[in-house]
Nanobody
Framework: QVQLVESGGGVVQAGDSLRLSCAAS????????MGWFRQARGKEREFVAS????????YYADSVKGRFTISRDNTKNTVALQMNSLKHEDTAIYYC????????????????WGQGIQVTVSS
């Protein structure tokens, strides 16, 4: 397993941008598909974005497609989520996740989780 630590959350206004980062420990980072999930208060954890091991393939939830971009740097063991045109409904705790499959689009596919980071978008 890898250890994951998120950073970059905070409070922004609707329409603003924010960039989340996730740092992974371990020398096997490139063998994991990476992803971002989020959980709003009172709701279940939901998929946001995922990227394949080499970064060739990316996947997005319909709700963020065209606004969010996931990327990874296997030389630095990091994965990022660039969030543009933020909406109030994007408010949630965001989690970085890793899994051994081709992608991680459901929580069951994830082997490791970060502790989560709060993103608040004021309307």
């Amino acid at each position: 397993q890898v250890q994951l630590v998120e950073s970059g959350g905070g409070v922004v206004q609707a329409g603003d941008s924010l960039r989340l980062s996730c740092a992974a420990s371990g020398r096997t980072f490139s063998s994991y598909a990476m992803g971002w999930f989020r959980q709003a208060r009172g709701k279940e954890r939901e998929f946001v974005a995922s990227i394949s091991r080499r970064g060739v393939n990316t996947y997005y939830a319909d709700s963020v497609k065209g606004r969010f971009t996931i990327s990874r740097d296997n030389t630095k063991n990091t994965v990022a989520l660039q969030m543009n045109s933020l909406k109030h409904e994007d408010t949630a705790i965001y989690y970085c996740a890793a899994g051994p499959g081709f992608a991680v689009t459901t929580p069951d596919e994830c082997e490791s989780w970060g502790q989560g980071i709060q993103v608040t978008v004021s309307s």
